[in-house]
């Protein structure tokens, strides 16, 4: 359980993260015992091995020439199904754009996500999701309106409700997380940041990104409680984000979260990672691929023997198949809807683009 | 049924990718998001998956084989659809890989656009539910992207008539430059007049060339405030010199022209006169002056005027600059010229002369400021000594832009490029210097 003692133990300033198990999933303290039960522990697995799962067919989609475009998830699973699990119905999740397994978790659908990386805006709808806002792709825009969020719960008197938002490592380097996190503290607001360093900002290393010795130290300017974690350790990000969460929700207000993880994948389908970094570094962080290292938590200590795996997989394959034809199936986005939901009435110089988008459309000059 | 799988774009806007490897072979089985083959593209190197379960029928190129993007990479037979359900299967998507699919069907986004290289592909065994190709409208709207279109707009090309090489007949880059170069590989479709002698009238639309100098010479002006000036100047130095020149060059097989010599009597002038190489900003009140001199040489070719450009003239030699126009001569007939020989012209010389005419008012190439006209060189009798003598008068004509340039200013202007064609020796006296 994590205290003030091991906040202490694990301040930023010593640059070390704090981890519950090694690279093969064995506990670094014998006396550990994880909050979870056995079957949540598996379940939790199941949950990463799906989100993987979908993410690799994602990926295959795309090269398919079916969908857009999409930013890979791989090798930062655990951080998504540990937020997944915590974070709860009345929280609000404001994501940035690589938490799948944290979405899935909160109610969206794949073929939500599949529409929107098609380019068709109903994927954006998440009718299922409770308190969600859309996928932000500009970097670090959502961190104002997480403490916004934040600051209307503290307004409203909403008990046992918290804000989880999610930024990458390059959105450290943003004025908006700066701003975010000084108002977080200023007004006492109940969000939980969680920043995925994965090590690159599309291309560019963490080294060139910041001088600062890691991102958790960037909460202890404005005095947020902060705490450099082992993204790749299931459990270290399930115990650290319960506590925050604990926190936040106690009246403590704003902490800060940096899950320190690695981007398997390439920043998005139109990125090649062979071309800015090294095998050798791949083959290194390859050894603290989250997978593997729960799994070798769940043989270990029993649990399962995971012989199903592959009926499993299979089984994943056929629905995120099937998500994948609905959202082909799915209406084309209509023009009236490009134009439809910000006036009553269409002001004169919208209603004079859209004409000129439809005599576009109709071939008229 | 059989599937043709086009080459999908992978990577927000790729022309094409090189086959690297091959990882299946005609009359394998294989399951959808299986790996077909490993291609290298502009912007990864990745495995293309199958999106569709079925034997390989075709594979299409060996490895190191370039792929255009939309063009079929393999054909996959799907069993159990087959005979009148193919069809109308085949019957409700669009035709399948032809260049005349002109529908604009790609997402767009924030970060890009992506043809769907897939839809649409489907085929019958059979091909009865095929339209012929010859029903495809003649008139078609061509698929491009606006910088494509702009692009081709500045070769001064109809799009139209452009044979897009891209996925579903996209215009492609190159192929507006194959266009311009008439290429082998491009249709060049030059509208033929079809009157009968019985219309009175006969209509004509307008190519893109002619829109674009339709446009360009009224925006000139439209834009500017045209004033022009015109002189006479007595060049029998001139032509004397240049003769002499021509001999001394003869067995170098050089010959220059007039023009040559008025170019560097222009750009020397330029140097002293900054106004007449500058450009008018009003969006922003100011003028930009500019230290380069890149002279536009007005040129006929078949398909209307165009002025390509000799850039930094002022540093090239007699010889270099009849180099120069002469390549940009030859270009200008094949339609050679690139987008860079056509832009960031300083100032402008027509000389009409060499087809016929006196003086004339020539229209600047906003947003220069000035253009020199060059008229018929014609033998005239002068007076020379107070006495009449036959003279080689070289007619010229100059308009300039009279809201930054002032009638003084054009009239020494003038004064000094006049006085280097009257004695061509002077070119030699400045020649090289700084001052």
Redesign the interface.
Known sequence: MIDQKTLNKYDPIKNKAYQLIDDEGKPLDKTWKPRLSNAEILQAYKDLLFERTADL?AV?Y?????M??YPPNIGQEAIHIAAGIVTKEQDWLVPAFRELGAWLAKGVSLKELFLYF??NEDGSRFEKANRMLPIA?PIASQFPHAVGLGYAINYNKEKDTAVFAYVGDGGTSEGDFHEALNFAAVWNAPVIFIIQNNQFAISVPLKMQTKSINLAIKGLAYNIPSLMVDGNDFFAMHEALSYAREQAVAGKGPFLIEAKTYRTG?H?????P?KYRSKEEEEHWAQKDPLKRLKGYILHSKIDELKDEEELIKGF?KHI?SEFEAAENHPEYKVEDVFGYMYAELPDELKRQKNAYENYLR?VK | MRYIFKFPDIGEGLEEGKIIEWYVKKGQSIESGDALVKMETDKVVTDIPSPKSGILAVLYGGVGDTVKVGSALVEIDIPGVEGEAAVAQAKDQPEAPSQETVDEKDFAGVVGTMEIAGDGAYLPSGDEGRPAKADAPKTRKALATPVARAMAKDYGIDINEVTGTGPAGRIMKKDIEGHSKGSASVNIHVPMPKASSAERTRIEPLTQIRKTIAKNMLRSKQSTAHMSIMDEVEVSALVEGRARLNEALAEKGIRLSYLPFIIKAITLALKDHPILNAELDMENERIIYKNYYNIGIAMDTPEGLVVPIIKDADTKSLIELADAIKDLMERSQERKLTLDDLRDGTFSITSYGSIGGYFGVPVIAYPQVAIFGIGRLTEKPIVKNHEIAIGQILPISMSVDHRIVDGAEVSRFLNQVLAYLKEPLLLLAYEGGTQ
Do not use: E, I, L, W
Not at chain 1, 62 to 66: D, I, L, N, S, W
């Open positions: 067919m295959s795309q090269r398919q020439g079916r857009f475009t098609k380019g792709v390439a998005t389908t139109s990125d090649d062979s394959k198949d071939g």
